[in-house]
């Protein structure tokens, strides 16, 4: 009898759409791979009702979950929530101090209620946001990438980033972590599996060095 299925289930980051994995493929033999997508939150919702209601999404036991960036973070509040066979964050963080001086900055200050989300439709921007880098020779790319422009998932999603305070991770965690990382800088990361040269956004460009990897990481 064969093994049943691993379900893989694939948490993007912040606006972006699901299309960030059209290149990961497992193998169909071992695992079953879904994809999440944002929605959104209602008034006043806090991260973990946010995860609850994603959590209704799942139609597996004991899933693996894989988030990317602000999904990273999100699913790590899923996996309060119910039973999972792994978590994996790749370019995100899971506790407080690893985030860049600048978000925790903004906690305090409230800085980031003074970003201008209103201009979504501005993609370049929403770019620098949700990833990090200016896409100026790349927007075609970023805009089938970047598919969620509601200012009012936007303004929550960055106040929810902002104001996350986790101060313990669960050690199992597994952190996968590029060094050249612009929106997460690799220098305040601490017990991750590092891919040189991965960049924010190597969930996309690096999609080879995942696919070939993210077997094995998921079985150990």
Partial sequence: MEDPLIPVYFMPGMAASSNIFEHINLPESRFEMVHLDWFSPTKGMSLADYAKEMIGKIGHQNPVLVGVSFGGVLVQEMARQ??????????????????????????????????????????????????????????????????????????????????????????????????????????????????????????????KWFNEHLPTIILE
């Fill in 82 to 207: 119910i039973p999972t066979r792994k978590v994996i964050i790749i370019s995100s963080v899971k506790q407080k101090k690893e985030m860049p001086r600048r978000l925790i900055f903004a906690k305090y200050t409230k800085v980031h209620k003074l970003l201008p989300t209103g201009i979504v439709n501005n993609i370049e921007l929403l770019a620098k946001y949700a990833f990090g880098e200016t896409v100026t020779k790349r927007l075609d790319l970023y805009e089938r990438y970047l598919s969620i422009r509601d200012k009012a998932y936007l303004d929550w999603a960055i106040d929810q980033m902002v104001r996350w305070n986790q101060q313990e991770y669960e050690t199992g965690i597994v952190h996968i972590h590029g060094d050249k990382d612009a929106v997460f800088p690799f220098q305040y990361i601490n017990d991750c599996i590092p891919v040189k040269n991965g960049t924010h956004t190597m969930i996309i460009h690096r999609y």
